[in-house]
């Protein structure tokens, strides 16, 4: 076991020292190594003649290594290894190799190959003619291409039940599958073709949730590098088998009725629900057509499985999750027929999910991490619908309010079911505020007309908000209620509402309980109120002045909310940065005399 804990350090260390990832998502060639190789210039066509002789000739023998330089025998060490490893695999001998050195092999043949099989030149000042070699069309690279195809291959075969082996792995395909040069080259190469062969035909077993997504997505990438009149052939061939079996089951009434309480055909959705959301995950514009003809009568016949499966909280989190990346990788890219299909079929779900589900007073002890997770799924699903607004750009001849009216009937539908107890999770509170202030920025005149019950709980959400979050969650309610202010002449109920938000802030700022850099926003917030809403704006006044114990602090208090009413309406920039300057004076002459 030393031993093996010691490769696998060594292995790490070496796919560290190769590469470099200055970023989350790219992978560099490090400078220090690129200074040697531009130091080996003179031997590099020696150098890649022997790595082409061994390569091909001589890998998985064990042999002497050639006399290249450091860093093409770095890299020869490791396809030594997992050359040793696919043939003690090969050979029954699992039970005495370490999977953890498998899964660093291709940890390491990942950033590796991201690096030097296909790099970004533009991004370096000098490139050396050996990496050029590489990363062009080459008979070593295209060697090292289909070595490393059936490394996954093996790897996938092999080690099915080890997950972060499986990961490793086709996260060298997924890298493949972004590549055009790359992908085109692996679509034609037999091990390639023979992983396809053994998905279709349900002989490639991944036990892992992360995995099928990965590879499903890793597919539907590689599909959007073919002709699109290859694209619908490539996609039945792969995709329609698990398609064609779980639409005709989500069909019927009989076989949804058994998922609930039959663990086999429970875990076989749940599988068949992975790998739609994998494919969902690669929907770029050249390939949505295609893509949407496939999930679209997975996403309708899902609500009626959700429906009947309300209990089994796996199947009810993977169906909102599809969803969900259903609506963040595709709703941008969809034509105005399939965004409203997508739309029609959002709601039936959300009202599935509202009916069959506990309201705040109902929830069921033990359920509350189910309920979080489902509300928070709800929520980032109203986001991802709420962008097709915010990213195109029609004619307002041509605008569709359709999303509009979907995002509001669908917070009325989510709303009634979060409570004051969510919302202390600070990644739901986020998602909640944010979309909050979306919808008032964006809608605001729809939000103003919303029936009294919900609003009541918006509000009430929003005056939480402002005692028990960070600032950017004020800030988000601030920005909101500003929004709404102006859009909330001749409604005397929203007007109260609000007023209430800013009769709390106000008496915040009177404790020196909000935060100064948070001041600008909430005079934003204030100007806007007072300019639309002045008649609620003395009321909210002769509320907090009343409630003060001493004459004294109630002449104070009115003298300064007095000088708070502008002379104007105008809500021009250049009266906002005047009424900001008089708000800063305002809080003041106004700390500690509140009670």
């Known amino acids: ?47 890649m003649e022997a790595l082409s002789h061994y390569t091909q000739n001589c890998v998985g023998q064990c042999g002497e290594l050639p006399p290249v330089n450091n860093v093409l025998s770095a890299l020869l060490v490791l396809l030594e290894l997992s050359a040793v490893y696919q043939d003690m695999l090969s050979k029954g001998g699992r039970h005495f190799l370490s ?58 075969l092999f080690y099915a039940g080890e997950e972060s082996a499986i990961e490793d792995c086709l996260a060298l395909i997924q890298a493949f599958a972004k590549n055009p040069r790359i992908s085109t080259h692996m679509m034609r190469d037999p091990n390639f073709q023979k992983l396809i062969e053994r998905y279709t035909s349900g002989g490639l077993t991944l036990s892992s949730p992360k995995a099928n997504k990965m590879l499903a997505g890793s597919l539907t990438t590689v599909m959007s590098h073919l002709p699109v009149s290859e694209q619908g052939p490539f996609m039945d061939k ?69 429906e009947k499966s309300q209990h089994v909280q796996p199947i009810t989190s993977s169906i909102l999750q599809l969803y969900c990346a259903v609506a963040d990788s595709g709703i941008l890219q969809m034509d105005k027929v399939q965004t409203n299909r997508l739309y029609e079929t959002c709601y039936k779900l959300l009202k599935c999910y509202s009916d069959a589900s506990p309201s705040r007073g109902a929830a069921i002890v033990g359920l509350e991490d189910d309920r979080y997770d489902n509300i928070l799924q709800c929520l980032e699903l109203l986001s991802h619908l709420c962008s ?7 004619e307002p001849d041509k605008q569709d309010d359709t999303s509009s009216r979907l995002v509001l009937v669908g917070l ?99 404790g020196q309980e909000l935060s100064a850099e948070l001041y600008d926003t909430a005079a934003d917030m204030v100007f806007s109120f007072i300019c639309k809403c002045r008649e609620e704006y003395l009321v909210v006044v002769n509320e907090i002045v009343v409630e003060q114990p001493d004459s004294a602090s109630q002449e104070c208090l009115r003298s300064a909310f007095s000088a708070l009413i502008p002379n104007t309406t105008n809500l021009s920039r250049r009266d906002k940065g005047k009424f900001s300057k008089i708000f800063e004076n305002f809080a003041v002459n106004v700390y500690g005399i509140c009670r």
């Open 1 to 47: 076991m030393q031993l093996f804990e010691d490769i696998h350090w060594l292995v790490m260390l070496l796919g560290y020292t190769l590469s470099d990832a200055p970023t989350d998502t790219d992978l560099t060639i490090p400078a220090p190594i690129l200074e040697y190789l531009a130091s080996c210039q003179e031997t590099s066509q020696s150098d």
């Open 99 to 156: 999977p953890q050195v498998y899964s660093s092999v291709m940890w390491s043949l990942t950033r590796i190959s991201a690096s030097y099989l296909m790099p970004n030149e533009q991004e370096y000042e000098y490139f050396p003619q050996t990496l050029h070699t590489l990363a062009e069309e080459s008979p070593v690279a295209r060697w090292l291409l289909a070595f490393l195809v059936e490394k996954v291959i093996s790897g996938l």
């Open 238 to 306: 792969v995709f329609g088998p698990i398609r064609d079996s779980t639409v005709q089951m989500l069909n019927s009434k009989a076989d949804v009725a058994r998922i609930p309480n039959c663990p086999l055909l429970t875990q076989q959705v749940l599988t068949a629900l992975d790998t739609f959301h994998g494919i969902a995950s690669g929907i770029i514009s050249k390939t949505v057509d295609v893509v949407f003809l496939t999930l679209m009568p997975v996403l309708e016949g899902a609500v009626f499985l959700m």
């Open 388 to 394: 097709k607004d915010f990213f195109v750009f029609d």
């Open 412 to 510: 009325d539908i989510i709303v009634p079911h979060i409570d004051v107890d969510l919302l202390k999770f600070p990644k739901l509170s986020s998602e909640f505020f944010k979309l909050i202030t979306f919808i008032c920025e964006v809608y605001p005149e729809k939000v103003v007309g919303l029936p009294e019950n919900v609003i009541d709980q918006i509000v009430l959400m929003l005056k939480v908000g402002l005692n028990n979050y960070n600032d950017d969650i004020t800030f988000y309610i601030f920005n909101a209620v500003s929004a709404l202010a102006l859009h909330s002449l001749g409604n005397q109920f929203f007007q109260r509402k609000i007023g209430q938000i800013i009769k709390h802030t106000l008496l915040l700022i009177s």
